[in-house]
């Protein structure tokens, strides 16, 4: 949230919103206005092991993986948002960098459906230091796996706290 301006209390505005500095410059209560920051850059972080390859007879856990990257990734081209991937195993398997437009998110969605990985183990701790080190501003992190690993818990950490990290269990 970001500042935007000042105006006139009106009624039913939030009391703890009052700026008490120009209220008692002018006599008359005013409010700060705060917008939320657009163009944020979302990262999405998909688990391509071979532990996706399951699932039951009406879907498998990738084509869901798949599934959730686009709606996401769709609902933050609504917002103005670039949208990056990281697609990991026990290595950094690809990396598409952000950007913006519907291309790009078609492109997106192209990869995770036709990609092959090519190790088949799963490393979380590895795409949450990649993220850090790589991605300098600030951005909203979704981690898209079934979490079939261990020792993960300190990059998780760090990880979320340079970014918004937002973890999705699939099972």
């Not at 009406?58 to 990281?86: H, P, T, W």
């Not at 979704?142 to 990059?155: K, T």
Request: proline share 3%; hydrophobic share 40%.
């Amino acid at each position: 949230m970001a500042f935007s301006e000042v105006r006139e209390y009106q009624y039913g505005d939030d009391f703890r919103n009052v700026d008490w500095n120009v209220t008692a410059r002018f006599n008359h209560p005013y409010v700060k206005i705060f917008e939320e920051e657009r163009e944020l850059t979302v990262m999405l972080l998909v688990d391509v092991s071979s532990s996706s390859e399951f699932g039951t007879r009406c879907r498998y856990k990738n084509n869901l993986i798949a599934e959730m990257a686009s709606v996401l990734s769709f609902s933050a081209i609504q917002n103005n948002d670039k949208v990056g991937m990281i697609m990991f195993t026990d290595r950094i398997e690809k990396f598409i960098p952000p950007k913006k437009g519907r291309q790009h998110i078609l492109r997106i969605i192209r990869e995770l459906i036709g990609y092959k990985p090519v190790n088949h183990r799963t490393d979380i701790s590895l795409p949450l230091q990649y993220l850090v080190n790589v991605i300098k501003k600030r951005s909203i992190a979704f981690l898209i796996s079934d979490f079939i690993d261990e020792g993960f818990e300190d990059a998780l950490k760090i990880a979320n706290k340079k970014h918004d990290l937002v973890s999705l269990w699939i099972y």
